[in-house]
T-cell receptor
Framework: AQKVTQAQTEISVVEKEDVTLDCVYE???????LFWYKQPPSGELVFLIR??????QNEISGRYSWNFQKSTSSFNFTITASQVVDSAVYFC?????????????FGQGTELSVKP | DGGITQSPKYLFRKEGQNVTLSCEQN?????MYWYRQDPGQGLRLIYY???????QKGDIAEGYSVSREKKESFPLTVTSAQKNPTAFYLC????????????FGSGTRLTVV
């Protein structure tokens, strides 16, 4: 089965707290791609990061960081010193190599609420 | 700048009427997709198209129809057969079999009144 699980439906934090959004995936392919998207209240999904299965190096972009671990099939996303503007729904997605129709497999999303 | 344009942003429809949502891209992407999102829910695939004049049903195609006469355009018609059409609709496009992810439009919020 090919699947993405975001077990956290909703997370609420206070501004300046660090928060980690979990993403666990399943795929039989050895080559695949993982993504994170942000959906602010305006509705459009915004691309955050793409990672291929051969690159396990963690990535940091400002307050955002991603931890990719093939051993646990996880691709977690951490926001450091969260801000109110980080409030959004975050989706993790998988693109397996053998991918009928080029369809991405999305998780159910995690709604993050950052309170002032 | 390249991107995807969805119109209108908000749409109201009376029960029993068909309505067409527009999606246009100037990214030269081959594939296009329509998703439905209900409040507090994830994304559900309605239809997708990999090339002009060809499209496939997604997970929830009943009550919807599409066409792909031009590479740039992938309109979605919500027919009167769709029993619960009130939702947020997102269009996306991609290249390279989805391995570069999707580019999304800003969405259309459809309300049946």
């Amino acid at each position: 089965a090919q699947k993405v699980t975001q077990a956290q439906t909703e997370i609420s934090v206070v501004e300046k707290e660090d928060v980690t959004l979990d993403c666990v995936y399943e795929t039989r392919d050895t080559t695949y791609y993982l993504f994170w998207y942000k959906q602010p209240p305006s509705g459009e999904l915004v691309f955050l990061i793409r990672r291929n299965s051969f690159d396990e190096q963690n990535e940091i972009s400002g307050r955002y960081s991603w931890n990719f671990q093939k051993s646990t099939s996880s691709f977690n996303f951490t926001i450091t010193a969260s801000q109110v503007v980080d409030s959004a729904v975050y989706f993790c997605a998988l693109s397996p190599w053998y991918n009928q129709g080029g369809k991405l497999i999305f998780g159910q999303g995690t709604e993050l609420s950052v309170k002032p | 700048d390249g991107g995807i344009t969805q119109s209108p942003k908000y749409l109201f429809r009376k029960e029993g009427q068909n309505v067409t949502l527009s999606c246009e891209q100037n990214l030269n992407h081959d594939a296009m997709y329509w998703y439905r999102q209900d409040p507090g829910q994830g994304l559900r695939l309605i239809y997708y198209s990999q090339i002009v004049n060809d499209f496939q049903k997604g997970d929830i195609a009943e009550g919807y129809s599409v066409s792909r006469e031009k590479k740039e355009s992938f309109p979605l018609t919500v027919t009167s057969a769709q029993k619960n059409p009130t939702a947020f609709y997102l269009c996306a496009s991609s290249t390279g079999q989805g391995r570069w992810g999707y580019t999304f439009g800003s969405g259309t919020r459809l309300t049946v009144v």
